[in-house]
């Protein structure tokens, strides 16, 4: 095992045990400032096209950026954690972030949000590629699949407010009697006439300043990782991409994403133009109450988690989302407003039963796989291009029947998926206890 890197002096000295909660803490803050920056994009959509006139293919092309940036970063941050540790990939992952989000503030141009979602991207690909493998070592790996679905709660929870600080910014700037609510005046001088919306990169610039800032200033453990969860050389991700379990998970998480965000990416442009609802309150609100329904999905199965095998819950999962993204498609505009919030319910647990399953079933190079997991995110980038293409030949309601693909793949994983460490049930715990 490699030393600590000498660029950590805050670090102590010598190892620390694997199990903490106060890195579990930390990882699980992380998450929550990931989500505000990564899903952003779903409520902005119908501002982004009207504002620089945008083609639905065009404007898809933003979250591509962001998410092919973890097809580029995910498996070379993998290896710069090995050199580097947690605490400095962390902090260059957020400094990129900041980059990324202040260029688009002071310059808000099309091709300049290209760039910027990349760099976001980028920064987030290093982020999600430290803390999956520090959240399995510090929680522990028979809690791994209960501690990704709490992470994917606060995940969701951070998704839903991250909607009505738009909304808050695009109600009042430029508004009779918003200069005087906090904030509204310092981000009128900031942002441009009629692009109100900008606002909000100037929000996540700040904020990616205090993460730094916290991350600076806490005392990081050197967590004491086995040889089988650090990031390997490229021989050895090549290994891996000859299993077949690891391509097969990676499409796991590939389709995923793509389900993930081609429902927050077009859910409010769905509702503009099959229903008519204004993006700015229905819209924006729509999407938030689908990432807050993924929070409250996310409590149900950390409960479910205890008592039911998580590939059971994984298929129960996905079936409701099929049904709710049917009703949301083809039903009337209370059904649709309605229908669409609820996929994220379903979706809740996916992400978590399927890195879990994932990692829980090869017997080594946990961090390498985790790189090659990440690098799956690489669907957010192609669904939902992949939608708005079709959506601009055949209409966005038959551009959205990808969905259907998707999810399907991950209802087989709950089928097929045969993991070497089963998620910890309290029935389990029983059996353990009459074995002994």
């Given at each position: ?258 389900t993930e965000q081609g429902i927050a990416n077009w859910l409010s442009q769905f509702l503009v133009t099959y229903h008519g609802y204004d993006p700015q309150t229905v819209g924006a609100a729509k999407v938030a109450a689908f990432w807050g329904l993924m929070t409250i999905g996310g409590l149900h199965g950390l409960f479910l988690l205890k008592f039911v095998d998580s590939r059971r819950i994984l298929v129960g999962f996905t079936g409701t989302a099929i049904l709710f993204l049917t009703l949301g498609l083809f039903g009337p505009a209370k059904v649709a407003a309605l229908a669409f919030p609820l996929v994220g319910f379903s979706a ?89």
């Amino acid at each position: 095992m490699n030393d600590p890197s000498p660029s950590t002096p805050s670090a102590p000295s010598a190892p620390v045990s694997r199990r903490s909660l106060g890195i579990v803490a930390l990882v699980m803050l992380t998450f929550f400032v990931i989500s505000l920056l990564t899903n952003i994009v779903g409520p902005l959509v119908p501002d982004i096209i009207k504002s620089f006139d945008l083609s639905l293919t065009l404007v898809a092309l933003l979250p591509f950026a962001f998410f092919i940036a973890y097809g580029v970063m995910s498996i070379p941050s993998g290896m710069l954690l090995e050199r580097w540790r947690e605490k400095p990939v962390m902090i260059g992952a957020f400094a990129l972030a900041f980059a990324g989000a202040l260029l688009f503030a002071t310059l808000p141009r099309y091709p300049t949000a290209i760039v910027s979602l990349f760099l976001i991207g980028a920064g987030m690909a290093a982020l999600q590629v430290a803390i999956n493998p520090l959240l399995r070592a510090s929680g522990g790996e028979e809690h791994y699949a209960f501690n990704s679905v709490l992470a994917q709660l606060v995940f969701g929870g951070a998704s839903f407010l991250s909607p009505f600080i738009y909304s808050y910014f695009v109600r009042n700037i430029g508004r009779p009697g918003g200069e005087g609510k906090p904030l509204i005046g310092l981000a009128s001088r900031l942002v441009p006439a009629g692009l109100p919306w900008v606002s909000v990169y100037w929000v996540f610039a700040a904020l990616v300043v205090v993460m730094i800032a916290v991350l600076a200033f806490v005392r990081f453990p050197v967590v004491v990782r086995s040889e089988d969860e650090r990031a390997g050389a490229w021989a050895v991700h090549r290994a891996l991409f000859k299993d077949r379990t690891v391509i097969l998970f990676f499409l796991g998480i590939f389709a995923y994403v793509g389900t993930e965000q081609g429902i927050a990416n077009w859910l409010s442009q769905f509702l503009v133009t099959y229903h008519g609802y204004d993006p700015q309150t229905v819209g924006a609100a729509k999407v938030a109450a689908f990432w807050g329904l993924m929070t409250i999905g996310g409590l149900h199965g950390l409960f479910l988690l205890k008592f039911v095998d998580s590939r059971r819950i994984l298929v129960g999962f996905t079936g409701t989302a099929i049904l709710f993204l049917t009703l949301g498609l083809f039903g009337p505009a209370k059904v649709a407003a309605l229908a669409f919030p609820l996929v994220g319910f379903s979706a809740a647990v996916m992400w978590p039963i399927i890195f879990s399953l994932a990692l829980n079933s090869v017997a080594s190079h946990h961090g390498s796989f985790s790189g090659i997991l990440c690098t799956g995110v690489i669907g957010g980038a192609l669904v939902p291009l992949l939608i708005g293409r079709l959506g601009d030949a055949f209409g966005l309601r038959q551009g959205l029947f990808v969905l259907y693909l998707t999810l399907g793949y991950i209802l087989s994983i709950g089928l097929w998926a045969r993991p070497l460490i089963a998620n910890k049930t309290v029935k389990l715990r029983k059996a353990a206890k009459e074995a002994s």
